[in-house]
C-alpha cells in the first residue's frame, strides 16, 4: 500500500464493495432474508434485529452492528473525498459510494455508528489547514447534529426515528443496560488488574471462565478488551492506539507536501478515528471488512511520505 496508483484502485474496490453491500441490503428490505439468514435470526439474533420500532438489516454482514459501523467509515471517507476531488467523474463517483454507505447506515438501524461519521468530521477539521475545509465541515456537523438532536422532522420514518435515539442516550433502554453492564464487570475485576484471560467470560452466579449462556454480554470491543486483558490490557492497548493515531496526524500535517494526497489520507485515517471510537458501543472493529480496512488504510497512512516523493506538490490524483 505505498503508491498513488494503488490508492486509486482500493479507492474504486471499495467504492464497488458499498454499492454490492447497500444493494444486498434493499434486497433483504424488498425481497426478505434468504434461507440461511432466516435461520440464524431464529436462532436467536431476532433479538436484536426484528424489533418493535422496525428491522434492522444487516447486508452480508455478519450483524447489523458491523454493517451499520462499516458503513459509517465509508461514508465519512468518500465524503471527505468528494469534497476535494478536482476530476467530476471520481466526485460523481465518491458522491455515489458516500450516499448508499449513508443509506447503509440508515437501513442498518445501527445507533452506536452514528459517532463514526461525526468523530471522522470532527478529526479532519482538526487536520485541515484549509479555512473552507473547517467552515464547510463544521456547518455540515452541526446542521446534522440540530437535525437529530432538536427537531421530530422525519419521525415517520422507521430508520430516522431509530437514529434520533443515539442523540439521547438518557432515553435509550439499551444504553442504559449496557451502563449497568459494566458496573457488574467493575464489581468483577476490582481484584484482576489483567483480566480473565483471552476467551474468559464473566459468568453473574457461577465466576469466571465458564463459557455457557449465563456470562454477561460485553456489548463492545473496548468492553470486551478489559474483560480479556483487564485494566492493564486496556491501557496497554488504547495506549498503542493513541501512538498510531498521533504518528499518523504527525505525517499528516507536517510530512507530506501534496495538498491533495494529505486530504485523501486525511479522510483514511478519519474514518479509523471514528471506528475506534465506536469501538465503546459495538465490535465493528474487531471483526471484517473492518479490521482488514483499518490496516490497509493505516498503511497508506504510514506510506504516504513515501508516495509523496513520488508526487509533485500540486499533482492531482482523483
Given at each position: 500500500m505505498c503508491t498513488p496508483k494503488r490508492l486509486k484502485v482500493t479507492l474504486f474496490l471499495l467504492g464497488i464493495f458499498i454499492a454490492t453491500a447497500a444493494f444486498k441490503a434493499y434486497w433483504q428490505k424488498a425481497k426478505g432474508f434468504d434461507t440461511?439468514?432466516?435461520?440464524?435470526?431464529?436462532?436467536?439474533?431476532?433479538?436484536?434485529?426484528?424489533?418493535?420500532?422496525?428491522?434492522?438489516?444487516?447486508?452480508?454482514?455478519?450483524?447489523?452492528?458491523?454493517?451499520?459501523?462499516?458503513?459509517?467509515?465509508?461514508?465519512?471517507?468518500?465524503?471527505?473525498?468528494t469534497i476535494i476531488s478536482k476530476q467530476n467523474i471520481t466526485?460523481?463517483?465518491?458522491?455515489?459510494?458516500?450516499?448508499?454507505?449513508?443509506?447503509?447506515?440508515?437501513?442498518?438501524?445501527?445507533?452506536g455508528a452514528m459517532i463514526v461519521p461525526f468523530g471522522g468530521l470532527l478529526l479532519y477539521v482538526l487536520l485541515s489547514k484549509s479555512m473552507k475545509a473547517i467552515i464547510s465541515c463544521s456547518i455540515f456537523g452541526?446542521?446534522?447534529?440540530?437535525?437529530?438532536?432538536?427537531?421530530?422532522?422525519?419521525?415517520?420514518?422507521?430508520?430516522i426515528r431509530r437514529m434520533r435515539t443515539a442523540f439521547r442516550p438518557g432515553e435509550d433502554a439499551s444504553f442504559n443496560v449496557r451502563l449497568e453492564n459494566q458496573k457488574?464487570?467493575?464489581?468483577?475485576?476490582?481484584?484482576?488488574?489483567?483480566?480473565?484471560?483471552?476467551?474468559?467470560?464473566?459468568?453473574?452466579?457461577?465466576?469466571?471462565?465458564?463459557?455457557n449462556e449465563d456470562?454477561?454480554?460485553?456489548?463492545?470491543?473496548?468492553?470486551?478488551?478489559?474483560?480479556?486483558?483487564?485494566?492493564?490490557g486496556l491501557c496497554l492497548y488504547i495506549t498503542l492506539?493513541?501512538?498510531?493515531?498521533?504518528?499518523?496526524?504527525?505525517?499528516?500535517?507536517?510530512?507530506?507536501?501534496?495538498?491533495?494526497?494529505?486530504?485523501?489520507?486525511?479522510?483514511?485515517?478519519c474514518g479509523v478515528f471514528g471506528i475506534w471510537l465506536n469501538g465503546y458501543v459495538g465490535r465493528s472493529m474487531g471483526f471484517q471488512p473492518s479490521s482488514f480496512i483499518i490496516a490497509v488504510f493505516l498503511s497508506f497512512v504510514l506510506n504516504g511520505v513515501y508516495m509523496d516523493k513520488r508526487l509533485k506538490k500540486d499533482e492531482i490524483i482523483v
Open positions: 440461511v439468514e432466516s435461520a440464524w435470526l431464529f436462532s436467536g439474533a431476532w433479538h436484536t434485529h426484528i424489533l418493535r420500532t422496525g428491522i434492522r438489516y444487516f447486508s452480508f454482514y455478519t450483524d447489523a452492528g458491523n454493517f451499520g459501523a462499516s458503513m459509517g467509515m465509508f461514508t465519512v471517507v468518500f465524503g471527505i473525498i466526485r460523481i463517483f465518491c458522491l455515489g459510494a458516500c450516499i448508499l454507505a449513508g443509506i447503509g447506515l440508515m437501513m442498518s438501524g445501527t445507533r452541526v446542521l446534522i447534529f440540530s437535525f437529530f438532536y432538536f427537531t421530530d422532522i422525519g419521525d415517520g420514518n422507521v430508520f457488574r464487570f467493575a464489581y468483577y475485576l476490582a481484584d484482576k488488574p489483567f483480566g480473565v484471560g483471552i476467551g474468559g467470560r464473566i459468568v453473574d452466579t457461577k465466576g469466571l471462565m465458564e463459557l456470562f454477561i454480554p460485553t456489548d463492545s470491543y473496548y468492553v470486551g478488551v478489559w474483560v480479556e486483558g483487564g485494566i492493564v492506539q493513541a501512538l498510531i493515531l498521533l504518528r499518523c496526524c504527525y505525517l499528516l500535517m507536517f510530512r507530506i507536501k501534496n495538498d491533495q494526497l494529505r486530504k485523501i489520507l486525511a479522510a483514511l485515517l
